[in-house]
């Protein structure tokens, strides 16, 4: 069995088990409320020894009027799911370490301004910030050795942009707001101090030909 059909069986066996679980709980027929309440499972990812799956869990927040997404990991031979994040705005495409004992992830916590690279390690514990980038990061890829996570993060925008932002926000929504922002290959190191305007040459996978712009070095703080 290829490790994608792992990752879709388990997938499929803990929504099951979800839906199953809130259709036991009740004595009446499921409501459209209720089907929206049934958690969504998405973006799993298969340890490097094959043993768990990490997950992206996502529920109904009816205060926040959206959907949250957190982290769950669970083992492949069964047993019980473990969440790993909690964060007030939930957190997205986890991505398992080489090495299997660390999980970066992108999340927008505290004073982000944008969604950031954290990592969380496999032991427990906090998760730690990684990246400081000026715009929001996404599609997470560490590099074969570990010492590097690549991300792809639209072009900052230029102060004038920033500027003319400002002066739009009495405004009616611009409907080509952001467009016209090249998505950038980039490229974060879990540990080192943030090198804000160092340019390192593409490699490994910031090579792909459909991804533009130039690879950043950016560490943790």
Not at 13 to 26: D, E, K, N, P, R
Not at 145 to 150: C, H, K, M, R, V
Not at 178 to 200: F, I, L, S, V
Request: charged letters at 25%.
């Amino acid at each position: 069995m290829t490790n994608r059909s792992v990752k879709s069986a388990v997938l499929v066996i803990v929504a099951l088990c979800a839906v199953v679980a809130t259709a036991g709980a009740q004595s009446r027929p499921m409501t459209l409320v209720d089907l929206l309440s049934v958690p969504r499972l998405s973006d799993p990812q298969l340890s490097p020894d094959g043993r768990e799956v990490v997950y992206v869990q996502t529920q109904a927040d009816w205060k926040a009027n959206k959907r949250i997404g957190h982290l769950w990991r669970v083992p492949v031979s069964g047993g019980r799911a473990v969440q790993l994040t909690t964060g007030a705005e939930g957190e997205s495409t986890p991505r398992w370490s080489p090495d299997g004992k660390s999980i970066a992830f992108v999340a927008k916590r505290g004073g982000d301004e944008f969604a950031q690279i954290y990592l969380i390690s496999t032991e427990g514990g906090e998760a730690r910030k990684v990246s400081s980038h000026a715009s929001a990061v996404s599609d997470l890829q560490w590099s074969p050795d570990g010492a590097s996570i690549y991300f792809t993060a639209p072009e900052p925008k230029s102060a004038e942009e920033k500027e003319r932002g400002r002066r739009t926000e009495d405004r009616a929504a611009d409907p080509w707001a952001g467009h016209g922002h090249r998505q950038q290959r980039q490229r974060a190191r879990p540990g080192q101090t943030q090198q804000r305007g160092h340019h390192a040459p593409q490699q490994g996978p910031a090579s792909d030909g459909d991804r533009g712009g130039n690879a950043k070095e950016i560490g943790a703080g």
